[in-house]
């Protein structure tokens, strides 16, 4: 059975804008997992005094959908300031698409998901959060149910292959239960070193594999 794509969606598919990465990002993320296959990398540059977004660009390792999503938002994040950057839906892109089939939302979700997580690394890295509440272990495990456990599928909260989050000073220790040569130990490293390494108070990052 084909999906019904417009033909929005099918040029940003074959001509996708801001793809790539962006040299020096100011920041960058990364939802989904490429072990299991959707992923996007979102990177950008910020006007520090205007807070405005001068370059941005997009990987995508998901479909067509995903990829038409990627092109469009940084399309309309590109030139806006990084407050009206967050106000960027899933369905406003759906709606400049002319329409994604409604088994391909998830797909715009996750690139909608990236700007959005950019933007918030940008935000704690750079002094603008409105509130600087100090790093715990529920802000940890929070960030860590978007990393996904290759093995199963979901995240590695809810599959509790991380076991115990230790903070001490800025310096996050994260357990991981599998071995450490693993052939997906290096890649989890990355992702979860990734994700935590933004907040506003981390100043490291380190990813322990124990198991057996
Ligand atoms: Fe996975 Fe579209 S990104 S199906």
Redesign the pocket.
């Known amino acids: 059975m084909s999906i019904p794509y417009t033909k929005k969606i099918l040029e940003h598919f074959m001509h996708p804008h801001n793809v790539g990465q962006v040299e020096n990002p100011d920041a960058t993320a990364t939802e989904g997992s490429p072990a299991c296959g959707?992923m996007v990398k979102l990177s950008l540059k910020v006007d520090a005094p205007t807070k405005t977004i001068t370059d941005i660009k997009f990987e995508s390792y998901?479909?067509a959908?995903?990829i038409a999503t990627g092109s469009i938002i940084t399309d309309l994040a590109k030139g806006r300031t990084i407050d009206e950057a967050k106000a960027i839906t899933w369905q406003k892109a759906n709606e400049e698409l002319g329409g994604l089939p409604p088994v391909?939302v998830h797909?715009a979700v996750?690139a909608v998901d990236a700007l959005k997580t950019a933007i918030e690394n940008y935000e704690h890295r750079h002094g603008l959060l409105k509130e600087k509440v100090p790093t715990d272990e529920k802000i940890v495990m929070k960030r860590l149910s978007r990393v996904i456990n290759p093995l199963a599928g979901l995240d590695v909260v809810r599959t509790k292959i991380v076991t115990e989050v230790r903070i001490e000073a800025g310096d996050v220790t994260v357990f991981v239960e599998l071995p450490e040569d693993h052939q997906f130990a290096a890649n989890l490293r990355n992702e979860i070193q990734e994700r935590i390494e933004p907040l506003w108070d981390v100043r490291s990052v380190n990813v322990v594999f124990r198991g057996k």
């Open positions: 959707d998901g479909c959908s995903n391909k797909c996750l």
